[in-house]
Each structure stands twice: as C-alpha cells, then as structure tokens.
C-alpha cells in the first residue's frame, strides 16, 4: 500500500482528517481546544508531518530534534 493509499483509507473510514497547511489554515482544533490554548492551557495535538522525500525529512530532523525522539519512542 503506497503512502497516499493508506492516507486514502484513513480519510474515507473517518480516522484522520484531510491534509491542511498549520502554517496557512492553523491548527484543525475544536472550539473547546482552541478556548484551553487562549485561557493559557496546554492541551496536546497530535500531528503528523508527511515529507516529500528522504532529503526533506533528514533537513526537518537536522532542525527540530522532537521529530528523531518522537519517533524512537513510537519503535
């Protein structure tokens, strides 16, 4: 199963939404979270970062050191 094929079940069954820019659209966040982030809470939003190819992920994981952690803790 190709990457966009899997992303594909996951839209159409309800298990993910579809692809925006948090940069251009924000953050996909109920009304619920978004008063929690205003109010100064820290709610958590998970997300997840899909790279063009290889290059792009070793630049992202050369700048934002979560992104290597993050993913040795989920082996």
């Not at 958590?44 to 070793?58: A, N, T």
Request: hydrophobic residues 30%; aromatic residues 8%; glycine residues 6%.
């Amino acid at each position: 199963m190709t990457r966009d094929e899997w992303l594909r079940l996951g839209f159409e069954n309800g298990w993910v939404g579809p692809v925006v820019c948090e940069s251009h659209d924000g953050l996909p966040l109920t009304q619920e979270e978004s008063d929690e982030i205003w109010n100064g809470e820290d709610p958590c939003i998970p997300v997840l970062r899909l790279y063009d190819d290889l290059e792009k992920k070793r630049l992202v994981e050369e700048h934002h050191s979560p992104s290597v952690w993050r993913a040795e803790e989920q082996k």
